[in-house]
């Protein structure tokens, strides 16, 4: 019996609404697993897959950080994209990871702005690369 709701939230819509029985988020320093009973935690999300498992289902999301609050099993997200993970054409993203390592990075601005578009390509083609080996 599933003992975990997870609901994740962008600006546009709510993109999960889940019964789970295990929910990884990856926080902007790692991943963390959270099972049914955790403590109430408030994290910060980094750019990564978000898994729900639900028996022998998985769900696979990419995620764009924003945060994360576990209270009463109920595991809320709140990022500001959320794409299925199926969902993510790697072609694409490849480009993207291109035309961002191209970028000029003459100032920190600069540099922050291009190292923000490598790492959340990179992180986007991990999700996708993984949901492919399945």
Known sequence: MAALTCIVVTPEATALDEKADFVAVP?????IG???????????????????????DLLRY???GGFVQVANNVVSVLTG???PADQIDVEVIEEQLQSALKKPAHTSELIETRDRAVAQARAQLRVARRAQEV
């Open 27 to 31: 926080l902007y320093d790692g991943e």
């Open 62 to 64: 990419y995620v764009d």
């Open 81 to 83: 994209r959320a794409i």
């Open 34 to 56: 959270i099972a049914p009973a955790r403590s109430p935690l408030i994290g910060r999300l980094g750019f990564g897959e978000l898994r729900v498992r639900l028996g022998s």
